[in-house]
Nanobody, 126 residues
Framework: QVQLVESGGGLVQAGGSLRLSCVAS????????MGWFRQAPGKEREFLAT????????NYLDSVKDRFTISRDNAKNTLYLQMNSLKPGDTAVYYC???????????????????WGQGTQVTVSS
């Protein structure tokens, strides 16, 4: 069982930045593909970014790839999401997730992620 705890959300003005963190309670953090998702009120959960086990490969949702950066520090069991140039449309609950799928280096599919954090709220005001 892996527990994931996100932090770093909050209220920010449009154009601002936030850095989300996700700490994993596992000694085998580097064995997991990691990802960030978000869910806005009334909308389905949406993939944002994924990173391979040692950080060599990343993939992003097209609409965030020039503004968001996913990274990880395996020594600290921590996943990050740097978010710049935030827009009101980025308002959502942000989740980190861990996948043990072995057939790929990254995955954008929510169903491939076994463990999820509780989420952190990001609100962007106009």
């Amino acid at each position: 069982q892996v527990q994931l705890v996100e932090s770093g959300g909050g209220l920010v003005q449009a154009g601002g930045s936030l850095r989300l963190s996700c700490v994993a309670s596992t000694r085998t953090f580097s064995s997991y593909i990691m990802g960030w998702f978000r869910q806005a009120p009334g909308k389905e959960r949406e993939f944002l970014a994924t990173i391979s086990r040692f950080g060599g490969t990343v993939n992003y949702l097209d609409s965030v790839k020039d503004r968001f950066t996913i990274s990880r520090d395996n020594a600290k069991n921590t996943l990050y999401l740097q978010m710049n140039s935030l827009k009101p449309g980025d308002t959502a609950v942000y989740y980190c997730a861990a996948s043990s799928v072995v057939s790929t280096t990254t995955t954008v599919r929510a169903q491939d992620y076994r463990y999820w954090g509780q989420g952190t709220q990001v609100t962007v005001s106009s």
